[in-house]
């Protein structure tokens, strides 16, 4: 059965960190473009960050560069996002999803499979 489950979220203070996963499961992760998107209540979903299939090349939204950093670990077939300098405008719901195509697109709608998702909120 093919999976995508993250976890880690929670509730930080701003300025701390906090590291979100997705393991995947039925299927092998490193095959596939992977991406890390966020949609907070009342806005658009948006990319906040990917890595290629070959994992040579990443990419991350200007809201969230310098500060979050994508990784995947093909062993354990499963995606990170450290998460340092949060601040309150990083709270949403973070999703991971993979691209079939194999290369990364900021754009949602180009993903063809989606986790549940996992709340990250910044709050003091």
């Known amino acids: 059965q093919v999976q995508l489950v993250e976890s880690g979220g929670g509730l930080v203070e701003p300025g701390g960190s906090l590291r979100v996963s997705c393991a995947a499961s039925?299927?092998?992760?490193?095959?596939?473009?992977i991406g890390w998107f966020r949609q907070a209540p009342g806005k658009e979903r948006e990319g906040v960050s990917c890595i290629n299939r070959s994992g040579g090349t990443t990419y991350y939204s200007d809201s969230v560069k310098g500060r979050f950093t994508i990784s995947r670990d093909n062993a354990k077939n499963t995606l990170y996002l450290q998460m340092n300098s949060l601040k309150p405008e990083d709270t949403a719901v973070y999703y991971c999803?993979?691209?079939?195509?194999?290369?990364?697109?900021?754009?949602?709608?180009?993903?063809?499979?989606w986790g549940q998702g996992t709340q990250v909120t910044v709050s003091s």
């Open positions: 039925g299927f092998t992760l490193g095959r596939y473009a």
């Open positions: 999803a993979i691209r079939y195509l194999g290369y990364c697109s900021g754009d949602p709608k180009y993903y063809d499979y």
